[in-house]
């Protein structure tokens, strides 16, 4: 029985190609469905995208409206926003075992719920803290709907030209999101009567439209093919704790009472940093129990692992390479994003409205790459997209960094603006069909989630990062000045802000830089990652297992 158990262990190392071949055997469970059909699972799961980015920026864009209107204090406005990241960044990788789990049609499903019924709470919010913890349960229905329609459509796409389209259109969601949170959010704030809490009621009325139509397009749940169905409880908590505990400290470290010194903040950020090695070093064990004895999966303190650190080292390493790109790359593009919207609100001065219109042109670009990674992945090496994606972000941000405010929009804010979509939609898509390529049929939900985590933890980070760059030097060039910059800055000199939202951005290139670099360096070899034609005319689920059937390991990607 523990021989035949081994058979259907989930693979490491060199028992990959063996391994693949027997976790999906030869059940058929082909998927006949219309192209219309079709064509709603893959504008349902991008509207979820969508909706997930956008209910970050619409906010973003807000802030000083909300911050009038509800009398919150400036350092505590920023957990509007953080609330919203910090629980959907991390339960992704947990909501993506569940998925993987237990369906992700129900996955779904259940997140949209949450985002229906948090963003009307959101909307009839009255007070700071209650719409910042009414932002935090909103965000675990992100948490539950991106790692889902991930696996979704994964499942419902054989490795062919329509999942290449299909995950570039998913893609194509995240920089569209982010576009049209700052487009709609400008709009419905200065031109609507409720104002802010506007985006809140649309948000919600969204969602009920992607819940009914997933509902009706999404395929049935197929049951997981994995042995034991349990879940890690212990990593669970390991990793959402940790990953909670350095998220607050990055976003509250630059504004606590002695900054990076507060006592709290040390000693949050070093019991994150242990959790987080705790759960590696608890998954590394999991894995090897089940590997050698699967029959131990059973036992309840030794369950399948919440995410087989193996996955890190698929494709001789390349995984971890395609990982901490995402990372660095969005680090760069919510960085360049966040100082850009702040340049023009607070250096400029413009409303709302006219803030919004200069990010326009993201909306438009972002649809034309969608357009051109579905025509050309099958025909381009990875290594294109994710270079010359992470230059063009390189580029985008030192067009801000050498930017002259007296010069028209059009010589450097709009060049910027249409650059910074090609490297969040290049990586984007192109990242995450490696990724379904490469994970196992069962784990498609958690190695999306383990993607959409590195960007949720990019985001903090680069956020982190800038924000200190830009507070070192707004205080610098003020002192030169003889100004001392207060609490809230308010009283810094323009020239020092300019200075400090150009360095801000220097920073952001230099973290498109490194992703740039590393994709040089160690993605030269991946060759292709897009499909021409289909592998066979059925779900991708057992398209994988039967091209694994060979007792060779899997040819590299």
């Known amino acids: 029985m523990s021989k035949e158990l081994n058979r259907m262990a989930s693979p490491s190392g060199k028992d990959l190609g063996r391994s693949l071949s027997n976790i999906e055997t030869a059940k058929s469970h082909g998927v006949e469905r219309s192209r219309l059909r079709s064509i709603f699972i893959v504008v349902t799961c991008t509207a979820a995208m969508v909706v997930n980015i956008s209910n970050t920026t619409s906010v973003s864009i807000s802030l000083p409206t909300i911050e009038k209107d509800l009398v919150i204090e400036q350092e505590q406005l920023q957990w509007l926003v953080s609330a919203y990241t910090l629980s959907s960044g991390c339960l992704l990788l947990f909501c993506g075992r569940l998925a993987d789990l237990y369906g992700r049609k129900k996955a779904f499903m259940v997140g949209t719920l949450f985002q229906i019924a948090?963003?009307?709470?959101?909307?009839?919010?009255?007070?700071?803290?209650t719409l910042a913890v009414l932002r935090g349960f909103q965000g675990i229905g992100g948490a539950a709907t991106i790692p889902s329609a991930l696996?979704?459509?994964?499942?419902?796409?054989?490795?062919?030209?329509?999942?290449?389209?299909?995950?570039?259109?998913?893609?194509?969601?995240?920089p569209v999101g982010g576009a049209f949170g700052m487009i709609i959010g400008g709009v419905l704030t200065q031109l609507t009567s409720p104002h802010w809490r506007s985006i809140f009621y649309l948000a919600a009325a969204t969602?009920?439209?992607?819940?009914?139509?997933?509902?009706?397009?999404?395929?049935?749940?197929?049951?997981?093919?994995?042995?034991?169905?349990?879940?890690?409880?212990?990593?669970?908590?390991?990793?959402?704790?940790?990953?909670?505990?350095?998220?607050?400290?990055?976003?509250?470290?630059e504004i606590a009472s002695d900054g990076w010194k507060t006592p709290y903040i040390i000693a949050l950020l070093i019991v994150g940093i242990i959790m987080v090695g705790l759960f590696l070093?608890?998954?590394?064990?999991?894995?090897?129990?089940?590997?050698?004895?699967p029959s131990r999966a059973v036992s309840m303190w030794t369950p399948p692992p919440l995410m087989r650190l193996s996955l890190w080292t698929r494709e001789r390493g390349r995984m971890a390479v395609i990982l901490v790109i995402a990372f660095l790359n969005w680090s760069a593009f919510i960085g360049w994003s966040f100082w850009v919207q702040l340049y023009y609100q607070n250096y400029l001065l413009l409303t709302p409205v006219e803030t919004m219109i200069r990010f326009v042109p993201m909306f438009i670009v972002g649809c034309l790459c969608n357009f051109f990674v579905a025509m050309v992945v099958s025909k381009l090496p990875l290594v294109i997209f994710i270079v010359s994606g992470t230059l063009l972000t390189a580029a985008a941000a030192i067009l801000f960094a050498l930017i002259d405010p007296s010069v028209t929009y059009w010589a450097f804010g709009f060049p910027s603006t249409v650059l910074i979509v090609f490297g969040a939609d290049f990586v984007y898509s192109s990242g995450t069909i490696f990724i379904a390529k490469t994970s196992l049929p069962h784990e498609h939900s958690v190695a999306g989630a383990l993607f959409q985590t590195m960007t949720q933890i990019g985001t903090a980070f680069g956020l982190t990062i800038s924000t200190i760059v830009f507070n070192t030097v707004v205080d610098k060039e003020s002192a030169k000045l003889g100004v001392t910059v207060n609490s809230s800055g308010t009283n810094a000199p323009m020239s020092a802000q300019l200075v400090g939202y150009k360095d801000a951005q220097w920073t952001s290139a230099a973290f498109a830089l490194m992703a740039a670099l590393l994709a040089a360096l160690f993605l030269r070899s991946v060759g292709i990652v897009g499909h021409k034609r289909v592998i066979r005319h059925v779900d991708s689920d057992q398209t994988m297992a039967v091209h694994a059937g060979s007792s060779e390991p899997p040819t590299p990607i």
Do not use: M, N
């Not at 948090?118 to 803290?129: I, P, V």
């Not at 062919?160 to 995950?167: D, G, P, T, V, W």
């Open 207 to 253: 969602s009920g439209l992607i819940g009914i139509s997933g509902l009706i397009s999404f395929d049935a749940d197929v049951p997981s093919a994995e042995h034991v169905k349990r879940v890690d409880w212990i990593g669970a908590s390991l990793i959402t704790v940790g990953l909670v505990l350095i998220i607050f400290v990055l976003g509250q470290g």
């Open 118 to 129: 948090f963003s009307l709470g959101c909307g009839f919010a009255q007070d700071g803290l």
């Open 151 to 174: 696996g979704i459509l994964a499942h419902a796409f054989p490795p062919s030209k329509a999942r290449s389209i299909a995950f570039a259109t998913f893609a194509a969601g995240a």
């Open 281 to 293: 070093a608890w998954e590394y064990k999991l894995e090897r129990i089940v590997d050698d004895d």
